[in-house]
């Protein structure tokens, strides 16, 4: 349903959004941010685990909220536990964490995928003409599939657009991944606005 010429608008969408992003997140760590951002990909979501487990194997540390309003479906920002700790190094005090991350971590790392997936969305909505709300966010620490099975079988037939990106903090940078998964309603909904835009 969503042909090449789409997904050409779409990045152009995820550019600006990350763009946004990177300047909240600049905001709250008080260190320039910038974020990567490379080719997006459309993942049907029946094979969202299988794409995963390759990337990340092992835990996973996610940023999960549910989206409404104009389109309808789920926002996550995926992250492999060591890049999550990473990540949470670059925006506290760097320090060992011998039992993996603690609660501080978790509401930096949850408080840091609400501000991206945020900015992220907002720019969909504002650029869509449509009024999107995310919900509160919750963070995962699992394997991958455990994530998607708990949150997408709803799902099943539906599509993910999924931007791998890299955070740049410092001197330093770390992997992650958006992902958004629209229901079939919304993305018929997304195809023909998307057609609006040209």
Same mark, same amino acid.
């Given at each position: 349903m969503i042909s090449d010429r789409h997904l050409d608008t779409l990045q152009e969408m995820v550019n600006i959004g990350f763009g946004r992003a990177a300047r909240s997140l600049s905001e709250l760590t008080g260190q320039r941010v910038t974020l990567e951002v490379p080719? %997006?990909?459309? /993942?049907?979501?029946? @094979?969202? $685990? /299988? &794409? &995963? /487990?390759?990337? %990340?194997?092992?835990? %996973? $540390? $996610?940023?999960?909220? @549910?989206l409404q309003g104009g389109f309808e479906g789920d926002c996550m920002l995926v992250l492999s536990h060591s890049s999550a700790e990473a990540l949470a190094n670059l925006l506290t005090e760097e320090r060992s964490r011998p039992f993996g991350l603690d609660d501080s971590d978790q509401e930096i790392l949850s408080e840091l995928g609400n501000i991206l997936l945020n900015a992220f969305v907002g720019s969909f909505g504002n650029l869509l003409k449509a009024r999107l709300v995310l919900s509160v966010p919750a963070l995962f620490v699992d394997r991958i599939e455990a994530l998607f099975d708990g949150i997408l079988k709803q799902e099943a037939d539906a599509q993910a657009l999924v931007v791998t990106t890299t955070f740049h903090l410092a001197s330093k940078a770390v992997s992650g991944y958006v992902v958004m998964v629209f229901s079939f309603a919304s993305t018929e909904a997304l195809v023909s606005s998307l057609e609006e835009l040209g």
């Open positions: 080719a %997006i990909e459309l /993942v049907p979501t029946s @094979n969202l $685990a /299988v &794409f &995963f /487990v390759d990337l %990340i194997p092992g835990k %996973i $540390a $996610a940023v999960h909220q @549910n």
